[in-house]
């Protein structure tokens, strides 16, 4: 159920914002986005205008940035302090810049793709959709993320920017706000579950008023994600599983409160590093890694290795493990788009539904009969 806040808002018909004798001021009613999962943004919308809060766009951020989100037929009618806001911004957009792959799934989602009109990395991005447009010129290179090409953004005029921050020190997006180009950090990759960070779907469905779209399309990936772990439950078997591999003598694989962990936990699977904390991943050393899954029985995402061969070849120490020996090694890193992007870093954000379904087809195989790997392949 909608929740309903006040708000005080300052009205102002006409002249200036700071002319008190021309100001109203009202309390107005809004209705909360519902959020069931996501933790890092919240809306609450005022018919004419929408406020959106960003609360957590990196680890251990300091600061929440307010955005006032107007409707364009309203823009005449009121004007808002812009003190209170990081950005006030006319919606719903009709040219934006994104700046990871996982943004791409729910624009297209929202079938809005059309309004992306540039994107720093394009030969990263997987999707057909986009690559098509990208190869009829209407979404421009913009370099790369830690140094956008400026100039050319500025050309583009988008009305807004999707940033991506590990800890909001991007003197590129400092410019480009200073520009008077909105940048809205997108944080879905700090939520902790992967509902959470495919419910950033929302986010987007508010920028373009299609909330119910957005919902009705995040409604049925967690229908599909809860179906899937239920499935999961009836299966008595729960393989071990190891992840990673070696890289200079150290081995990183997910901690145990990592949404791969979860994932593999809904999948009904025994991760041998599941018990482990904290955040990023975890760096062991072979011997400890060994001394815990020399018999695991399913290994999974061996780091960027795209073969068996590539696997020996980085470090003979990975023949030594029975998954290796068995060939029960399965890696999502060789699905990729036309130029090279993988696809699980692009859509996998947006669809864990169709990435849960994937460990269970490697893991319970017996369940999931017709599904056919979306993500993940065999490594051969």
Partial sequence: MKKNILFLLFICFIACKNDPNKQLTEVLEGESLVLKYAKGFSVVDYGTYKILEIKNPWPKAEKTYRFALVQKEALPKITLNSDEFEGIITIPIKKLVVTSTTHIPSLELLNVEQTLVGFPGIDYISSEKTRNRIEN??????????????????????????????????????????????????????????LAKAEWMKFFGVLFNKEKEADAIFNTIEQNYLEAKKLAENSK?????????????????????????????????????????????????????????????????????????????????????????????????????????????????????????DLIKICHPELLKNHDLYFFKHLD
């Fill in 137 to 194: 010129g209407l979404v421009r290179e913009l370099g790369k993320n830690e140094g956008i090409n400026t100039e050319v953004l500025l050309e583009l005029k988008p009305d807004v920017v999707v940033g991506f921050g590990i800890d909001g020190n991007n003197r590129t997006f400092e410019t480009i706000k200073k520009s008077g180009i909105p940048v809205i950090f997108n944080g879905d990759w700090v939520e902790e579950s992967p």
């Fill in 237 to 357: 078997n729960r393989p071990t599983i190891l992840s990673g591999a070696m890289h200079n003598d150290i081995w990183y694989l997910p901690n145990g409160t990592s949404t791969e962990a979860q994932l593999l936990k809904d999948a009904n699977t025994n991760y041998l590093w599941s018990d482990s904390k904290g955040t990023g991943s975890l760096s062991l050393n072979f011997e400890t890694v060994y001394s815990k899954a020399k018999d695991a029985d399913i290994w999974l995402s061996p780091s960027n290795y795209v073969s068996k061969e590539a696997l020996k070849n980085g470090n003979s120490h990975h023949t030594m493990f029975k998954a290796f020996q068995n060939n029960t090694i399965y890696s999502s890193i060789s699905t990729t788009g036309k130029s090279g992007g993988i696809l699980y870093f692009e859509l996998g954000t947006t669809r864990p539904d169709l990435i849960l379904k």
